[in-house]
């Protein structure tokens, strides 16, 4: 199968990016052939050409609105569709999966929208977005499928009658194994902790920092990867707070993984998720987490099971839980151990990619969609 991947950006790492990345290694390990197209290039593109997976860029396709260069963007599109002849687009994020699924149309090629977050809300205030739930709710009439990476997503755009119920499908993130060895065990005293997260106002990383200022009296430090504009805000909070000197912030190139190995608690303090990426790999690493309860966060992170789930904005919440878990290196261990098996059991790269590939071979009409009951379980015909 001849697939191609349409992504706006390409010069962040983001859930999205890595989303496609781990998808086009597994398609491409079966035997597919995958080409991406981003609207920018760097370091998400560097990695797909470091891995031997095709790119093109179609500069109009930019991540703001600019209906000149959305119009350009589309037919840069159309024309990279007729020169790849793909037997399926694939467009994720908002704006790609507007262009792309338009000119999927225009060119008669199926298509499958992935929106890795839904732009129907704002992510950082989760007000309505009319203007772009109209648009998301005209787009939707031109692909055959949404592939949501968690259900929280489907039931969402469902709730907003974003497009058919029948068309929505649910595949989670997965991610790849790594053979990379521990380097510092879980139990280790004092303690690492790790935050991957762009400096956005989506994430929140004003929350984290007010309740490690009341953590002082305990040993740790915190390693935050990403790049943003909110960073100058964050070094003069950290700052403020006297946290400078245990704090450490590390580009979005750093190798997370290896990071991760060394670390002994997963962060996540955010306003709005779909099924975050950076979880997983804390998972995948056998690490505890402790993350905000949004969005798909808590299909992953299972409370007292695999993690802790703390309510939005409660700095007195995520303080508890993060003084619990500095302090008691055994629990953090159970909870790494359990989060470790349920990504092995759930959000393996594997596991999307056979999933992904079923939605496709629907979406070109291969194989049907099995009926569902009320309760959202496929159906068992009775013989006879």
């Known amino acids: ?93 908002a704006k790609a999966g507007s262009l792309g699924r338009a000119a999927a149309r225009l060119r008669h090629i199926p298509s499958i929208f992935t929106p890795h977050g839904w732009s129907i809300v704002d992510r950082a205030t989760l007000r309505p977005h009319p203007f772009f739930r109209y648009v998301e709710a005209l787009a939707g009439r031109l692909g055959a499928r949404v592939i949501n990476v968690c259900e929280f997503e489907r039931a969402l755009a469902e709730r907003c009658r974003i497009c058919p119920p029948a068309a929505m499908e649910v595949v989670p993130n997965g991610i790849a194994e790594t053979q990379l060895p521990r380097t510092r065990s879980i139990e280790a005293q004092p303690p690492i902790l790790v935050m991957v997260a762009r400096f956005v106002p989506q994430k929140d990383h004003h929350t984290l920092l007010q309740a490690l200022a009341g953590l002082q009296s305990l040993e740790w430090s915190l390693f935050l990867v990403g790049a943003g504009d909110l960073q100058p805000a964050v070094v003069a909070q950290s700052r403020t707070y006297g946290l400078d000197g245990r704090i450490r912030i590390l580009p979005p190139e750093t190798d997370v993984s290896r990071l991760l190995m060394e670390a002994q608690l997963f962060v996540l303090s955010t306003h709005f998720e779909a099924l975050p990426i950076s979880i997983l790999e804390a998972m995948r690493a056998g690490l505890p987490v402790i993350a905000t309860d949004v969005g798909g ?74 009926a569902r009951s009320d309760h959202g379980q496929p159906l068992k015909l009775r013989s006879g």
Not at 51 to 56: E, H, R, S, V, W
Not at 71 to 89: G, K, N
Not at 312 to 332: E, K, N, Q, T, Y
């Open 1 to 93: 199968m001849k697939i191609v991947q349409v992504l706006t950006r390409g010069d962040i790492l983001g859930g999205a990016q890595t989303h496609v990345r781990e998808l086009s290694l597994q398609l491409r390990n079966l035997g597919h052939e995958v080409t991406v197209i981003t609207g920018s290039q760097g370091a998400f593109t560097r990695q797909l050409e470091q891995a031997g997976i095709p790119c093109l860029q179609v500069k109009s396709m930019v991540h703001p609105l600019r209906p000149h260069r959305d119009l350009a963007a589309l037919i840069e599109l159309c024309a990279a569709f007729e020169q790849l002849r793909p037997d399926l687009v694939c467009a994720h994020t």
């Open 297 to 370: 966060v808590p299909e992953a992170v299972v409370q007292e099971k695999t993690g802790l789930l703390v309510a939005p904005g409660d700095v007195a919440g995520l303080r508890a839980a993060l003084a619990a878990l500095i302090a008691d290196p055994d629990r953090r261990r159970r909870l790494g151990e359990a989060g470790r098996a349920s990504w092995a059991a759930q959000f393996t790269a594997t596991a999307m990619a056979t999933k992904t590939l079923e939605v496709y071979q629907r979406a070109l009409g291969t194989v049907r969609k099995p």
